[in-house]
Nanobody, 125 residues
């Protein structure tokens, strides 16, 4: 049974940093695809970053250079290090997973069948 549990969200000032964690079970991190999505109030869910087995990692243009995705296979955990946070980064952040790899369309939420409950990130002064 696959389970994803996010943690690490909170309130931070603009320019600050947070590290989100996605603790997983039932997955093989060096083979499966793990994504971070976010959804702000009144907006559609959007892809933030993904890490795909040994193949690659991807980032949305809006977070490139500020966010870094990584994983610890032994801890079965995927991380999202978020630096230089801005108010527009405020959202609920979700971890999602699939046993498949989508080289085209990796950013589409419909591809990922497993989801966590989300963690709130708020960026405000």
């Amino acid at each position: 049974q696959v389970q994803l549990v996010e943690s690490g969200g909170g309130l931070v000032q603009p320019g600050g940093s947070l590290r989100l964690s996605c603790a997983t079970s039932g997955l093989t991190l060096d083979r499966d695809s793990i994504m971070w999505f976010r959804q702000a109030p009144g907006k559609e869910r959007e892809a933030v970053s993904g890490i795909f087995g040994h193949i690659s990692s991807e980032y949305a243009d809006s977070v490139k250079g500020r966010f870094t995705i990584s994983r610890d296979n032994d801890k079965r955990t995927v991380y999202l290090q978020m630096n230089s946070l801005q108010p527009e980064d405020t959202a609920v952040y979700y971890c999602a997973a699939s046993r498949r790899y989508f080289p085209v369309g990796w950013h589409r939420a419909a591809h990922y069948e497993y989801w966590g409950q989300g963690t709130q990130v708020s960026v405000s002064s």
